[in-house]
């Protein structure tokens, strides 16, 4: 049995210590059996029960899914094809070069690295390529969607950088050129970051780089949430607007399996970050991952502008259903949103978090998020909303006014029941994986 993790929350170690409870009293057979039967259940939650409107988690087209299963995870590929350290990779090598192929395509990039865990171990790769330990760097905060990674609490942090959070916008919820520029000749970074958890509003990459150019500063996209978006041509091209690298996550508006993604357009980070990859922190990595992923580029490659759109057309259109229905969202004045996101004031509702909480016993599923403005103790002050999922199990513009009135029902009752019933009536009219080559409406 495993040490009690003292330092967790009460309500973490009550859970640890439920679970155990169980898992002590089970045979080998039965602790598989329960493992199953618990994959069985997320299924039953999130693709059954639930609308998922978190927009940091997507589905998988089923064909790159089934790569996942394929055997090739397993198999190890150490170093670069034609040059393996072992042999019989000719295949899975293969798939590689195809892959990172199809990323540059898509990304509008020379060079990508795929042999990277998450979309967290990407920023990581991308500060060992950029900065020693000790340097400083300019980061967004959480007030505008800034992400832990790139601050002291994570990779940044534990990689020995020292952070200055930027100063912001606030109604263009993203950074204050003027007094950026201030703030990068007093600090003197080596890397200015930008992008983050919620992006309603292009950012001034050009104005970033032009002041990363000032004082010999590097410039990082985090397009975590963005890679759809970007893919499909309804966001600005960050390097094309003049960051040198960008990372991000595969699985959410991306819709691929779990893992991390670099591009650039640099030969020198991409020798860099290749050295990173191998021999240095990845060695072997997931073959099965990166067939996975392979698919999933190649659809957007097909059909990548179609999904853009209606992930951007769904958003706006379930934001103004909200408003209309009395409930106030962050940035109304400038149109909500030009992304596949938007945000719900929550301090009436009690904060971000324990609003998402309190909605998912309705069969909706979402997510907390800082904003700007009077704050929540011991909460976000935001609710995000997303639709790259409901966007990808095919619903259309036409179905935001019922997803609205779920929602702020949902917000403004005690009872969940009766609303999660017909959640979950409502979720049977939508099925399959659309936005595919094989379902490419």
Known sequence: MPAERTWLAPQSQEVVQSVLAKYITLDPSGIQNEIEALAKESHKIHDIDSINLNPATNILNPRAEALLSSGMGSRASLGHPGDKYEVGLDAIEKIEVITSALACDVFGAEFSEFRVGSGALANLYAFMATCKAGDTIIAPPATIGGHVTHHADGAAGLYGLKTVSAPVNEDGYTVDIDALRKLAHEVKPKLITIGGSLNLFFHPIKEVRAIADEVG??????????????????????????????????????????????????????????????????????????????????????????????????????????????????????????????????????????????????????????????????????????T????????????????????????TTTDMAPIAKEVKEFRKQFSGVHYTVDLPE
């Open 217 to 386: 500063a590097l410039v990082l996209f985090d397009a975590a949430h963005l890679c759809g978006m970007i893919a499909g041509k309804v966001w600005p091209q960050p390097l094309a607007e003049g960051a040198h690298l960008m990372t991000f996550s595969t699985y959410k508006s991306l819709g691929g399996p779990a893992g991390g993604l670099i591009v650039t357009n640099d030969a020198k980070l991409a020798h860099i970050l290749d050295g990173i990859a191998y021999p240095g922190l990845t060695a072997n990595f997931d073959a099965a991952k990166t067939a996975a992923l392979g698919v999933t580029l190649q659809d957007w490659k097909s059909v990548g502008p179609a999904y853009a759109q209606m992930m951007l057309k769904t958003a706006h259109k379930l934001a103004t259903e909200i408003a209309s229905r009395g409930v106030e969202i962050f940035a109304a004045n400038r149109g909500f949103t030009k992304s596949h996101q938007f945000a719900i004031l929550a301090k009436p509702f009690g904060g971000g978090q324990s609003t998402s909480k309190k909605i998912a016993h309705a069969g909706l599923l979402s997510c907390g998020i800082g904003l700007p403005g009077p704050t929540v103790d011991g909460d976000n002050n935001g609710l995000r909303i997303g």
């Open 388 to 411: 790259p999922e409901v966007a990808r199990i095919g619903m259309k513009e036409k179905d935001m006014p019922q997803l609205a009135d779920f929602i702020v029902r949902a917000l």
